[in-house]
């Protein structure tokens, strides 16, 4: 294929995007996974780059916080629409660079281009309160003020809905933003900051770097006083560093970790509903989705059967190029993913578990593991307690819901969670019952602009999307007032 307009991988390798410019560099390949062949080299930002960022964003804060909330968000509104307008070509960039197929890169394009729409709606309704103290002394008056300028880190498995997931808000609540998109798949974020120019976003107000030394160009821009927030996507053993990072300046922290999603089948849930969300909830983007349901709990009277059609499903799926029509499971961002999937998929079955369709990787060019169904897992293996990131489902059997419950939050993550049952109270009991930020409940897909996305335990710290996501870019302001 070639890609042509937006799609063109050239078109967007030109240089890091500073205070509306784009200074040219190189030094960080872009490899296409579904070959292994290079699509474009980016620039590799040094720390001056990024305190040049920095200076830009809090150059543009000033005027930016000013700009009356209906400009922010008509502009916010056209960057949707420009959005809209070049899904198409959005798509094959994300298809290329990232590999998911194209059905998946369509549904992220209209996914994250629906976060400007919503807030560009929220950038004119953020709340305030007016109230009198309980001893009638004074009145308590708090306006929601923009936060500062804002770092926003995101992972390669979303590139262009992690980015307008942080972006959105941040621009609506009146912040300026230097975003890092992830080296595997900057690509989108630059075809995305040029569309943001395009629909009038001031010089400044987005800066969009690409570095190969993410530690130290965060580091620096942590210890800078005038950065006052960092809304951080990806995983937990980066979150926490970056937390320790920026407790040096107590800079405000948002974080979306990793997940390690259950997926609970009770015996009286339809089957057929359940084999649909199941994968759903498992081969979005292949996989490779923070949400992606990671171990499959099913009670012993459905078991068997839940086996059975998941193996069919899995097994029928057409594997290939994420730009090829009709391909269904793309390859692995990575050789190392493979390799890690490849890990936990040999540990599985050494302690007894069975592969009723794949197994092992595909030998072919490019990144690739097949669409795998584990039986008889045991527990205790590596593959219940890690994140998989790939297309695999491991499927352990329960009886009572007091024991799908407790297999459920054996496990420092607690970011998403499925419960299939007809009996909508028995599925309310078992999803209050799981230590989890979000519940899909005969659903395997929860992501959606208007709700609050997010975790608890280590999964991550705020939400993102809903009404909840802007006033994580917001400080509470408190004037006492006598009257
Ligand atoms: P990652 O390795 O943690 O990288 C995420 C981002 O952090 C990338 O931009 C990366 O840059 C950057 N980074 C790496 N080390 C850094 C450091 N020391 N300081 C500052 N930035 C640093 O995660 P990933 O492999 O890209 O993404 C997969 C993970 O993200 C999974 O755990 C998944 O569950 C999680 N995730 C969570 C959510 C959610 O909403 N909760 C959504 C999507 C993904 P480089 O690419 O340049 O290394």
């Not at 292994?36 to 590799?44: T, Y």
């Not at 006083?225 to 980066?238: A, C, D, E, I, M």
């Not at 029509?325 to 390799?339: E, F, H, N, Y």
């Amino acid at each position: 294929m070639i890609p042509t307009g937006y799609a063109d991988p050239a078109l967007h390798a030109h240089g890091l995007f500073i205070n509306g410019q784009w200074i040219g560099g190189s030094g960080i390949p872009v490899i296409n996974p579904s070959t292994g062949s290079v699509l474009a080299e980016v620039p590799d930002a040094s720390v001056a780059d990024a305190m040049a960022a920095v200076e830009a964003a809090h150059a543009a804060a000033a005027n930016w916080r000013k700009t009356p909330a209906r400009q922010r968000a008509e502009i916010l509104r056209r960057w949707f629409v420009l959005m809209t307008d070049h899904a198409e070509e959005l798509a094959t960039l994300i298809a290329l660079e990232n590999g998911k197929a194209l059905p998946d890169a369509r549904g992220e394009v209209s996914y994250a281009a629906e976060f400007f729409r919503w807030y560009a709606e929220e950038a004119v309704r953020i709340p305030g309160e007016f109230r009198p103290t309980p001893s009638g002394s004074h009145k308590i008056l708090v306006d929601h003020e923009p936060i500062g300028v804002s770092v926003l880190i995101t992972p390669w498995n979303f590139p262009a809905a992690m980015a307008t997931r942080k972006i959105g808000p941040a621009l609506a609540a009146g912040c300026t933003v230097i975003l890092k998109p992830a080296s595997e798949t900057p690509l989108t974020a630059y075809a995305m900051a040029r569309l943001g120019a395009e629909a009038g976003v001031p010089a400044g107000v987005v800066n969009v770097l690409t570095t190969r030394q993410p530690g130290q160009v965060t580091n620096a821009m942590l210890a800078d006083p005038r950065v006052r927030k960092l809304s951080f996507t990806g995983s937990t053993g980066v979150g926490r560093g970056l937390l320790a990072e920026a407790a040096k300046t107590v800079v405000s922290c948002s974080m979306e970790l990793g997940g390690n999603a259950p997926f609970v089948v009770m015996d009286d849930a339809d089957l057929n509903a359940a084999l649909d969300g199941a994968m759903v909830a498992k081969m979005r983007n292949a996989g490779e989705a923070c949400t992606a349901a990671n171990r499959f709990y099913v009670q012993a009277g459905i078991h068997d059967a839940f086996v059975k059609g998941l193996t069919e499903r899995m097994a029928a799926l057409k594997i290939g190029s994420g730009y090829e029509a009709g391909v269904q499971c793309g390859p692995m961002i990575t050789a190392k993913a493979v390799s890690k999937i490849d890990a936990l998929v040999t540990d599985a079955i050494k302690r007894g578990a069975r592969a009723t369709t794949g197994g092992a990787p595909l030998e072919r060019e490019g990144f690739f593991y097949p669409p795998t169904v584990l039986e008889h897992v045991d527990p205790a293996a590596d593959i219940a307690h890690d994140e998989i990131f790939g297309p695999v489902a491991p499927i352990y059997r329960f009886e009572t819901e007091e024991e799908a419950i407790r297999m459920a939050n054996d496990t420092e993550y607690g970011l998403a969670a499925y419960v299939y049952s007809r009996d909508l109270s028995r599925a309310m009991r078992v999803a209050g019952g799981i230590e989890t930020g979000m519940v899909g409940i005969n659903r395997g897909l929860m992501s959606d602009p208007a709700a609050p996305f997010g975790g608890v335990k280590q999964s991550g710290l705020g939400r993102e999307g809903g009404v909840h996501g802007i006033l994580e870019f917001t400080e509470p302001k408190y004037y006492a007032v006598e009257l």
